[in-house]
């Protein structure tokens, strides 16, 4: 009698344990994965070269400045803004930084994807505040 129940303690509080360690933020792979509100195309090139650093799983600095974990919860005109700043970040070459630049140069958007992430970011309408 006594056996059994320590084994049914041991297997409680194994599940309990299995349980916190699963729901603790940043464990889910799900989290690493950009909002699909973004268009397709532009999408294709944020999950290419921004969500190394700009996701829930990146560094302090880049995921306080832009979360794309986030952007779905972000307000539109914060939208408006965070793309604006992609846009304008991207053309003076200032993202992705230079030294992921020199290490990983597959991480630069070309001149065409550039300009795609322009379209969008002006894409947003006037009216959003």
Request: proline share 9%; with cysteine.
């Amino acid at each position: 009698m006594k056996r059994s129940k320590v084994t049914a303690l041991l297997i409680s509080g194994t599940l309990v344990l299995g349980l916190f360690f699963f729901s603790i933020p940043g464990r889910s792979q799900e989290t690493a994965k950009p909002a699909s509100q973004l268009p397709e195309e532009v999408n294709k090139i944020v999950t290419a070269s921004c969500t190394p650093c700009h996701t829930s799983q990146g560094g302090l600095m880049s995921k306080s400045k832009l979360n794309l974990t986030e952007w779905a919860k972000y307000s539109p005109a914060k939208q408006k803004e965070k793309a604006a700043k992609m846009y304008s970040e991207l053309n003076k070459a200032a993202m992705p930084p230079k030294p992921a630049r020199e290490k990983k140069p597959e991480l630069i958007p070309t001149k065409e994807q550039t300009e795609i992430i322009k379209k969008w970011s002006e894409s947003f309408p006037a009216d959003v505040k």
